[in-house]
């Protein structure tokens, strides 16, 4: 299975949170996974998706107040669910997924936008994904600043004490 598959079956098992919780959920997703028809995943695969997906619903508080940070003017509860778990799996493998380089993570979720989502979903999950990197990136380069100037005082003091 490739990994667009793969995200493509997380994504799905993502959607899900909308309509369950709790043990049901767990067994709606573990059911999902046993009725994969195209190409059967293997224990590995299988593993690796409900991992992915639990990790993603452990951090969906913090996932949710980061898309809502950068989609001014719209609340999660109105977006169209196919965006809003579009933009959960994006944003989580975008900043709690080291394995996955940001421009990925924003190219598949606009890839299945275009499959999934409505005519406007593939411009708007590019949109707020582009704002939620911008806004990392500026966070990145201040803690950068920061660390700098806090090595040059270190110097400055270790000439003063020499």
């Known amino acids: 299975m490739t990994r667009r598959e793969i995200r493509e ?36 695969e299988n593993a690796y998706m409900l991992g992915k997906f639990h990790k993603i619903e452990e951090h969906l508080e913090e996932i949710d107040e980061m898309i809502s940070e950068v989609s001014a003017g719209w609340k999660l509860s109105r977006m169209a669910k196919v965006d809003l778990t579009l933009l959960r799996l994006a944003a989580y493998e975008m900043k709690l997924d080291e394995d996955i380089p ?38 990145e380069k201040a803690e950068e600043k920061k660390t700098e100037e806090a090595a040059e005082k270190a110097e400055e003091k270790t000439e003063e004490n020499a």
């Open 102 to 139: 940001v421009g990925v993570a924003i190219n598949e979720a606009v890839e299945l936008a275009k499959k999934y989502g409505g005519d406007e979903s593939p411009a708007f999950v590019n949109g707020v994904l582009g704002k939620l990197s911008r806004k990392e990136l500026k966070a």
């Open 9 to 44: 079956h997380i994504f799905k098992l993502l959607f899900l949170l909308e309509f369950y919780r709790g043990e049901e959920l767990t067994e709606q997703a573990e059911r999902y996974l046993d009725e994969v028809e195209e190409v059967t995943p293997t224990e590995e």
